[in-house]
């Protein structure tokens, strides 16, 4: 699920609207046998073009969470091996569709015009491509925003004894007189959950989508081993905030003039602007040096949807 | 009611201990021995707050916390207790610390 938006995120960076369409079509076909083969003849292509792509696309910020989703356990031991090689296949993956694109469109043109970011038209991979109304190529930010909290939601769905658990868990405080939920901490992945006698909990500060529904099974698991018959149903992530710095200063009062129906901006109250988008349903907090928070999601294609929306617009409003 | 947390103390237990050999040798009752250590609360609690005036700092990395029923309890390691004239180091400490409020709360809490 997060592959299949980062691919479709990178297939609209790089290729523009119309091969948006493409590349779904293209995706699950060509990424998956080229995965295992092509990996290694893929670090050689890294290698040569690594420098010319890296300065239009930074993949060294590619979420950590790529790659075949496998046990959450698995995931979490290894966290460190894996990132660099889930970045390495997340990598790969780029490339899988360079090279089937190539090999399909037989457009050496595209690639060429890709790889060293000119001001020509982009051209279509085939002439049956339909032809969107679209941002042009020269728009594509190539920054991705990371993600900095989750908020999730799962229900245990057995009643439980704070007390109890707040006597017997590590890490757990219960102060029943100022909030109803033991308030309980882990190290890895670093989350706190807010745990409820009805058996629901919810659990935040997660840096990933895999992360948090790691941490809320911990959590499940230390109430099971205190003896309640936990289950681990209906887990949702509730909500998703990410940052990214555009690195360029931005007139938030021209913006606000423009938008006016989607901004608010009252300097004296809170120095960023609030932009609330409609569609995707995404909240971002737009700020004077650059920087951006978006919150409000509940996928991560909502929060990359939501920043390409968005930075062509805030191109129009740099600051000279 | 005061806290009875400082019975398990060198103090407190040197105090328990001695009780327990009274009431072994039939020279009190259980029940005196039962309000001698309630006044040993009192006596402790508010000798504590009144005339120490000595402060210790210490530092170490937490290991574990817990809140409950108001009463804190951490488990630290490699702390090191440092008062203006000494040092002393630890692998592991265990602190359990109760609030300390004036009596009003103190009566509200034990209801």
């Known amino acids: ?320 | 009611m005061a806290y009875q947390l400082y019975r398990n103390t060198t103090l407190g237990n040197s105090l328990q201990e001695s009780l327990d050999e009274l009431i072994q040798t039939q020279q009190i009752t259980p029940q005196l021995a039962l309000q001698v250590l309630l006044q040993f609360d009192k006596a402790i609690n508010t000798a504590l707050a009144n005339r120490v005036r000595n402060r210790v700092n210490f530092r170490g990395s937490l290991n574990t916390y817990r809140f409950c029923d108001n009463v804190w309890t951490f488990v630290l390691n490699d702390v090191e207790f440092r008062e203006v004239t000494d040092l002393v180091k630890v692998d592991k400490v265990k602190i359990v610390a109760c609030d300390g409020k004036s009596e009003s709360t103190q009566n509200k809490v034990d209801k």
């Open chain 1, 1 to 320: 699920m997060d592959e299949s938006a980062l691919e479709r995120y990178f297939d609209d960076s790089i290729a523009g609207d119309s091969s948006f369409l493409l590349g779904e079509e293209l995706g699950p076909e060509s990424l998956d046998p080229a995965h295992s083969q092509q990996d290694s003849a893929l670090q050689a292509v890294k290698a040569g073009s690594g420098a010319e792509l890296g300065d239009e696309l930074d993949l060294s910020f590619l979420p950590d969470d790529l790659g075949p989703q496998e046990e959450p356990d698995r995931h979490d031991d290894t966290a460190g091996g894996p990132a660099e090689a889930l970045n390495v296949s997340g990598d790969s993956g780029v490339f899988t569709d360079f090279i089937s694109q190539d090999s399909t469109a037989a457009n050496s043109q595209q690639g060429g015009a890709l790889l060293t970011h000119s001001t020509s038209p982009f051209c279509p991979m085939t002439p049956m491509t339909p032809m969107t109304p679209m941002t042009p190529v020269m728009e594509r930010s190539g920054i991705i925003p990371q993600l900095q909290n989750i908020v999730s939601t799962v229900n245990l769905s057995c009643p439980l004894d704070l007390k109890f658990i707040a006597l017997q868990a590590r890490n757990a405080e219960y102060n029943p007189k100022r909030f109803a939920a033991v308030i309980m901490r882990i190290r890895e992945p670093r989350t706190t959950a807010l745990i409820f006698s009805s058996g629901k909990m919810v659990c935040t500060g997660a840096k990933s989508e895999e992360q948090s529904r790691l941490a809320a099974r911990k959590y499940a698991r230390v109430v099971q081993k205190l003896g309640f018959p936990a289950h681990f149903l209906e887990f949702k992530i509730q909500n998703m905030v990410a940052s990214c710095d555009i690195c360029f200063p931005i007139r938030l009062e021209g913006l606000v003039l423009k938008h006016q129906q989607f901004c608010s901006y009252e300097p004296e109250l809170f120095p960023g602007l609030i932009y609330r988008m409609v569609k995707p349903r995404i909240v971002l907090l737009i700020f004077v040096s650059g920087k951006v928070v978006l919150t409000g999601a509940k996928e991560r294609a909502e929060i990359y949807e939501a920043f390409e929306n968005i930075y062509p617009i805030l191109r129009g409003f740099k600051k000279q």
